[in-house]
């Protein structure tokens, strides 16, 4: 159906908004780096039969790597995430804002859970 006020907006008014929105299934990670993780895991496993000292040195290895990640991942977004409101002019709209704010309360809430 043909939106007339859509189509009179200027284009990259809807693409900023669409920019700012992340999908609610995103991970706090990059996939590589989950891999590599995940390989270092799964590496410790398969070796505790035959070392286990050494299975627990790269299990805490692989624990050590996906904390500095999802460290620097968090910061990265909060980061991104401040910046997309807090340099707003007075006019900005209460939708971005409240975009702004649903994205705390979402990141918030999965750290919470995990």
């Known amino acids: 159906m ?25 991970s706090l990670l990059p996939s590589a780096d ?30 050590d790597d996906a904390a500095g990640h999802l460290a620097k991942a968090l910061a990265e977004r909060r980061r991104a995430l401040h910046e997309s409101w807090q340099d707003q002019d007075p006019e900005t709209h209460a ?11 979402e990141i918030t809430q999965r750290l919470m859970r995990t």
């Open 2 to 26: 043909y939106d007339q006020t859509r189509a009179q907006q200027p284009p990259d008014q809807d693409q900023r908004r669409i920019e700012r929105r992340p999908a609610t299934a995103e």
């Open 34 to 63: 989950r891999d590599a993780v995940m390989d270092r895991l799964r590496k410790a496993l398969n070796t505790f039969a035959d070392a286990p000292h050494d299975a627990l040195e790269e299990a805490e290895g692989a624990f």
């Open 95 to 105: 939708e971005e804002l409240r975009l702004a704010l649903r994205q705390y309360r």
